[in-house]
Structure formats: C-alpha cells, structure tokens
C-alpha cells in the first residue's frame, strides 16, 4: 500500500479538478491501457486496474470527500496499518479500526466510546449497474452500428415520481432518528460504554415515514420497467468486448444516480470473410489457367469489390495483401485500418473428357525442370540424399 500513487496523479488531475474532468481523463486513460486493446500486455493491465480505483473514488463524492481530507487512510482504515507503531497510533484513527471489528465505529478513550461511522439509509445511493448481450453481425462490428436496446431495471415509480407516497398524502421525518435513517445504541463492552450506530427500525433506514404508501411501487419509490437504450457501437469491436452506456442502468435511491448499462458485444460469423485482430483474412479459389498465366480478378472487401491483378505463376495458398482493407483499429484515427489478405486458392479441374487430357498431356510434354523450380529442387535433394 506504501507504493500507491495519489489517485489524482493517476488521472494527470490536479486536486480540486471537477466531475466532467474527471469523467474525461478517466475515459481517456481507460481506453489507452484497456487489457482487450493491449494483450499479453501486464503493464497495461496494472495500469487500468490503478486507473478503474482511482475512478471508483473520486467520481463518488462521498468517497472523493473523504480522501480529500485523510488521502488513503480515508477510504481504508487498514492502509499504513502497522506501520510507525511504537507504543502509540501514529495517524491511525482507533474509531475506524475498532469500527471494522464490531461494526460500529469508536472516538477515543475516555469513559466511552462513541460513534463516528453510518448506515445512513436516507443517504442517496446509486442504482446498480445492468448487464446485457448485444449480437451484431460481422459487417456491424467492422463498420460500426446504432442499435436499440429493450432494458428492463429499476426505474422511478412514475405514480409518485419516487418519493414513495400515495397522491396526497405526505412524507415525514422519522421521529426516530430525525431523519438520519440511524440510530445510536449504548452497550457496555471490555473496552467501556460503547456507542454504536444502527439502521432506525422506525423508519426501516430510510430516514422518513411514509404515511400512505404509493400503490404502484408499494412504498419504495421505483417500479421494475422496460426502457430503450440506444448504443452506438465503434467500428472495429471485437467478439467479447463490453461497451459501457453511462447513466442507462437502474435508477438510484433517495436522488442518487443512476447505474451504467453494460453492454458485452457478441459477433456473428461471417460465410466469406475471417478475422484476426485488425486484418480481414479471405480465401479465393481461381482457376488452375488464371494461376499459371495471371488474371485480373475481383475481389470482395468490406467496402466492396476491388480489382487484382494474379501474377503469372502464382502458387496454391500463396498469399496476398490488400493494404488498408482491413478494420477500422480501435482508439486511433478513423484512416487507421487493418489489411486484407487474400489466400489464392488454385482449383485443379475434374471430370475432363479426352480431348481435355490429351490437350493437357501435348502440354505438358513442352515442359521441362526449369518450369517446376520446387519439383525439381526436390529431386535434386534426393539424390544427394541416395547417391
């Protein structure tokens, strides 16, 4: 934990840096050292991982405001623990540590010890986030695609616009615990008197009581509802990648915000068409004539059809490269493209008659060793190897 870096330095911030900075640096960052864009890459994983926590705690404002004031030891009571320990707890708050053990959290020694921790239910709360699965086809994934999606989540109960009550009637503080959603418990321990903090069973933690509870979400302020999410998916996702749609999954609790939709990218095969990474592969069958005399064909792309000039004498499986034709790369400039390669398929022809053999058989009688350079380069071997 000594080696951490402060999570603003992390994110190339300067403290006091606002939300919308925040969310941008994050963004950038995470898309440079994302792992699906920097395989077998350990480095860029560490990275991304120390980038996703940074995150974590300066876009929650509670956490970010805690680790404004105490830095790490604010949003971890273990971090140094153990560390300068000579008779005394040098910077180490005793009410977090013995707040980790008994749940509850401690203030000094003195004839007690009293609470500095919540389980404030009344406190705004983020909504979760929710998973999907989106099939694209291959032509989507290369050339990228606005799809709407059917979600359904949590959402604000559009009866009481979540506030949890009937029409008419009202929504009071918790006489309770006024309104905090907890409650402060005395009990005696080894260590004393011992304050601690629980939910309000009043109010059931949520710091107010609703006299007439709305009917649709039966009090709770939200109601499961199906909602159309469009998600504009980049040219050049791969099979598996997640995409992330801020602010389309549940909605919050007590105005917190809503969670993120998470949108995991499933590609269809394509019949003609493979690919590796960024580059297209595809295999051409041509004619046994257009191998040994070269041809001007056409070849199928992404983008369409292309012309080819096959040089005389091309050899089965012989490899060719379209420079560009390939997918768009990811995170680069939109010029930014793969290759296609192109595998020359060279068909022998079957079920010839017999004027197509003997035509063949006159032919091939005008050839010699220098028309066959592998044939004969491998006969010549062997009879180094037999002599």
């Known amino acids: 934990m000594a080696d951490k870096r402060d999570y603003y330095e992390v994110l190339g911030l300067q403290k006091g840096a606002t939300d919308a900075e925040i969310k941008k640096a994050y963004r950038k960052l995470a898309k440079q050292y994302h792992p699906d864009l920097n395989p077998d890459n350990?480095?860029?994983?560490?990275?991304?991982?120390?980038?996703?926590?940074?995150?974590?705690?300066?876009?929650?404002?509670?956490?970010?405001?805690?680790?404004?004031?105490?830095?790490?030891?604010?949003?971890?009571?273990?971090?140094?623990?153990?560390?300068?320990?000579?008779g005394g707890f040098d910077g180490v708050d005793l009410g977090d540590i013995f707040a980790d053990i008994f749940g509850g959290g401690f203030g000094g020694f003195g004839g007690g010890f009293s609470s500095s921790r919540s389980a404030n239910g009344s406190a705004a709360k983020r909504g979760s986030d929710i998973a999907v699965n989106l099939d694209i086809s291959f032509m989507e994934a290369c050339k990228g695609v606005s799809k709407n999606i059917n979600v359904s989540c949590l959402e604000e109960c559009p009866d009481c616009k979540g506030t949890g009550a009937a029409a008419g009637s009202t929504v009071k503080t918790c006489p309770d615990c006024n309104g905090r959603g907890v409650v402060t418990v005395q009990q005696r321990s080894m260590f004393g008197m011992m304050q601690t903090q629980k939910p309000c069973t009043k109010c059931g933690g949520k710091g107010k009581i609703i006299e007439k509870p709305c009917s649709k979400c039966a009090g709770s302020g939200r109601t499961m509802q199906t909602k159309t999410v469009n998600v504009n998916v980049p040219a050049g996702v791969d099979n598996g990648i997640t995409l992330s749609v801020r602010g389309k999954g549940a909605a919050g609790t007590n105005g917190g915000q809503h969670g993120d939709l998470k949108v995991r990218i499933s590609v269809k095969s394509d019949p003609v068409f493979k690919r590796d990474e960024d580059d297209i592969l595809i295999d051409f069958p041509i004619t046994y004539m257009q191998a040994v005399c070269g041809a001007e064909i056409d070849v199928p792309t992404i983008d369409g059809m292309v012309s080819y000039k096959v040089p005389a004498g091309t050899q089965p499986g012989q490899v060719f490269r379209l420079r560009g034709k390939g997918v768009q790369r990811l995170q680069r400039n939109p010029g930014d493209r793969g290759d296609q390669l192109v595998k020359m398929v060279v068909e022998v022809p079957k079920n010839l008659n017999k004027k197509q053999k003997e035509a063949l058989i006159a032919f091939d009688e005008t050839l010699d060793d220098k028309n066959y350079e592998k044939r004969k380069g491998f006969f010549d071997k062997l009879k180094d190897m037999f002599k």
């Open 42 to 86: 350990p480095e860029a994983e560490e990275k991304f991982k120390e980038i996703n926590e940074a995150n974590q705690v300066l876009s929650d404002p509670e956490k970010r405001a805690k680790y404004d004031q105490f830095g790490f030891a604010g949003i971890d009571p273990s971090y140094g623990g153990g560390a300068n320990f000579t």
